[in-house]
């Protein structure tokens, strides 16, 4: 199996000896951006609640948007999960 390299950035070819199949492989890392966006959501999470704390139960304007936020990104990082997992 030979690797040619293509003129496009982080695209090459493998080229099977014995076929004439050429497949095109992608040699960018793996970055796994679901778990990015669930650790950012864990982080408001944790921000809320320090606020929960300080305001002693009272729900702030801050709390509520980081709430929200958090939501957001814990959805996108399902939804990223999940469309790279169940394509």
Do not use: W
């Not at 080229?15 to 050429?22: E, H, I, K, S, W």
């Amino acid at each position: 199996m030979d690797i040619v390299f293509s003129p496009v950035p982080g695209i090459s070819r493998v080229v099977c000896c014995n076929t004439d199949r050429q497949h095109l492989v992608s040699m960018t890392p793996n970055l796994n951006l679901e778990i990015v966006f669930v650790a950012l959501a864990v982080i408001f999470v944790g921000l809320a609640f320090q606020d929960y704390l300080r305001s002693e139960g009272k729900l702030t304007p801050g709390r509520k948007t980081r709430l929200r936020i958090a939501f957001i990104f814990s959805g996108v990082g399902i939804f990223l999960y999940a469309i790279r997992n169940f394509h």
